[in-house]
């Protein structure tokens, strides 16, 4: 009869156990991102050690081939990749759901040349296509991140399109038109305002994505230019290194634990704005 | 402006849908029209076009539709009316009531935001504070209780009466002319049905509003409407005062229809229903639309459209008008 009820933290349905991980790797990297010089012994860019030496309590994840401190250039690396998924998510989403939107809006002349744009710049492998305009535009995050724009926008539209489409058709829009308003007003603030769920989680979910193309690229020389601490571009030297398997690991385990992050959120995002499919 | 144009009149209105260029009409030639103050019913089945042609008359026909006629408003030509001008007259002059009160309401805007978005449509030096106060008159006017707290909160913490009560005050925001109410109360429980009905006729004779009250539910009319239009496949094939088309209804489907209502003070095994289903789009049988389903069909029915008789301002467009009525009655 004393036993009193033990005070509980109740954890709410939507925050599911791989929701909170996603939300933990992700906060890891954005700490990282904002706070790597202040969480590592090292600058990523010395030769602070003697080379390719094994992971110890000095260097945690060992030194690379010039004797750099791979955990160091690890953690430093999400200060490139994070803030070229922001911006190549950023505007793949506001070129791709602006054209999209219109497509579906609009329909007719300016939907067929939309779409059309969109199914040309789909058949291609993305793979293929970013390393084609990434080659074109010579090395460089900033010129991989246009390129990863070029094959990311269509996506987006495609998307935005159906979500158009489908809400357009809805009843309180014809009420909306039969009270007056003008074709701006209605999509803007009847059409447009339930369109942005899917995009969202898929936005999410792409950040993960691009971070990883964005790692392939630099693999193969298109992306960051040595000696940027690129995760891509250090996996590139463990390959060459590959006795030596801990130059490798670090910005494998950060790519790895990156994607997995958004991957989960883009999940839990999406049983919590739409519970049925479940 | 002349004392004889009607506030709303719509003559021969036809709609029609073309696939692979065939088309076929789903409203052939409708002509009607509605007074200032005065309340026209329309009752037809589903499908009979009444939607349809009432949407059309405004422009907002499915793209793709053909439309053909005359609709007046005050004397206006509607029909090839640039956009731009029957935008500016939908909402401020004539409004609409639809079916769907949920749906009908934007989903994320607040009741608030939606009135005041109406108003301000039309009245663009109106501020944002202004169209609130005016939109928290409005929810009182159409009786919504605590209107100040209502005015923030979403379409879905509504029950299904009060987001219609909130579609009425939408409709009624810029005191118009003309109100057409598509079947306002097909979604709502009787007893709900019958407050909003309560409110609508309320404001009705308080605004002088001339109402176009679509519905598939003669009952309601019986109590609300002073003129009734029955339609038939795309057609009306019946118009009178309603009292008289109740004593009197000359056309088979009329009488069908109104024998289709239950009788309370009757006990029968079975209710009373026409046999068969009405045409579909483009599949009209010869003659008369009604032919098949009509028991008092005869070799001219199925020969030839009927055309339309005036008795007393009583149209009917029945071969056999009127005959057999005392049996019936």
């Known amino acids: 009869m004393t036993a009193q009820l033990a005070p509980r933290i109740v954890r709410p349905r939507w925050l599911t156990l791989p929701l909170m991980i996603g939300f933990g790797l992700i906060l890891f990297w954005l700490l990282a991102t904002v706070a790597a010089p202040w969480m590592t012994s090292y600058a990523p860019l010395d030769m602070v050690g003697r080379r390719l030496q094994p992971p ?33 998510v950023f505007f793949a989403v506001s070129i791709g759901a602006l054209l999209g939107a219109l497509a579906g809006f609009i329909g007719g002349i300016v939907d067929t040349i939309i779409m059309r744009l969109v199914d040309v710049t789909l058949s291609f492998p993305p793979m293929l296509l970013a390393m084609a ?146 | 402006m002349n004392a004889h144009t009607p506030l709303f009149e719509v003559r021969d209105l036809r709609v029609a849908f073309g696939r692979n260029g065939v088309f076929s009409e789903a409203v052939r030639g409708v002509s009607l029209h509605v007074d200032h103050g005065e309340v026209l019913g329309i009752v037809g089945e589903s499908g009979s076009g009444k939607s349809v042609g009432m949407l059309a008359a405004l422009g907002l026909q499915p793209e793709g539709a053909k439309v053909t006629g005359s609709v007046r408003f005050k004397g206006q030509e509607l029909i090839g009316l640039p956009r731009r001008s029957l935008r500016e007259l939908r909402g401020s002059r004539i409004a609409m009531i639809f079916q769907d009160p949920l749906s009908s309401l934007n989903p994320v805007m607040t009741v608030g935001d939606q009135i005041a978005e109406a108003v301000r449509l039309h009245n663009p030096d109106f501020s944002r504070k202004a169209a609130l106060d005016r939109a928290r008159d409005l929810l009182a006017l159409v009786t919504i209780p605590q209107p100040d707290r209502r005015l ?178």
């Open chain 1, 56 to 88: 110890s309590w000095d260097h945690l994840l060992g030194t690379d081939a010039l004797g750099r401190d791979v955990l160091s250039r690890t953690l430093h690396g999400a200060r490139h990749s994070i803030p070229i998924a922001v911006t190549v």
């Open chain 1, 133 to 278: 305009v990434a080659a074109s535009l010579g090395p460089g995050l900033e010129n991989a991140a246009i390129a990863m724009i070029i094959v990311w926008w269509p996506i987006y539209a495609r998307l935005m399109r159906a979500q158009v489409l489908e809400v357009r058709e809805r009843e309180h829009v014809e009420a909306a038109v039969a009270s007056g308003a003008t074709q701006t007003r209605v999509l803007t603030h009847h059409v447009l305002p339930l369109c942005w769920t899917p995009v969202l989680i898929s936005a999410t979910m792409d950040l993960g994505q691009v971070i990883l193309l964005a790692a392939s690229l630099s693999f193969i020389g298109l992306g960051a230019t040595p000696p940027t601490p690129e995760w891509g571009s250090m996996i590139s030297d463990g390959a060459s290194q590959f006795y030596s398997w801990w130059v490798a690991l670090g910005p494998g385990l950060a790519i790895l634990t990156i994607v997995l992050g958004f991957n989960f959120i883009g999940d839990g995002l999406h049983d919590y704005f739409d519970p049925r499919s479940k």
């Open chain 2, 152 to 329: 923030r909160q979403y379409p879905h913490e509504f029950s299904g009466g009060m987001r219609q009560r909130v579609m009425i005050a939408m409709a009624v925001a810029n005191d118009p002319d003309l109100l057409i109410a598509d079947e306002p109360t097909t979604a709502l429980d009787v007893t709900v049905q019958a407050q909003i009905m309560d409110v609508l006729a309320d404001l009705q004779s308080r605004l002088k509003l001339g109402l176009i009250l679509i519905t598939h539910d003669l009952g309601v009319l019986a109590g609300h409407a002073d003129r009734v239009a029955v339609v038939y496949a795309g057609q009306v094939v019946e118009q009178a005062v309603v009292d008289d088309l109740f004593a009197r209804p000359g056309h088979p489907y009329t009488r069908g229809l109104i024998a289709s209502i239950p009788d309370m003070t009757r006990e029968s095994e079975r209710l009373f229903s026409i046999d068969g289903t009405p045409p579909a789009l483009g599949r009209l049988p010869p003659g008369c639309a009604f032919n098949p389903r009509c028991h008092m069909a005869q070799d001219i029915c199925r020969r030839e459209a009927p055309p339309a008789s005036l008795e007393s301002g009583h149209i009917v467009s029945c071969h056999f008008a009127f005959t057999g009525l005392e049996s019936v009655a």
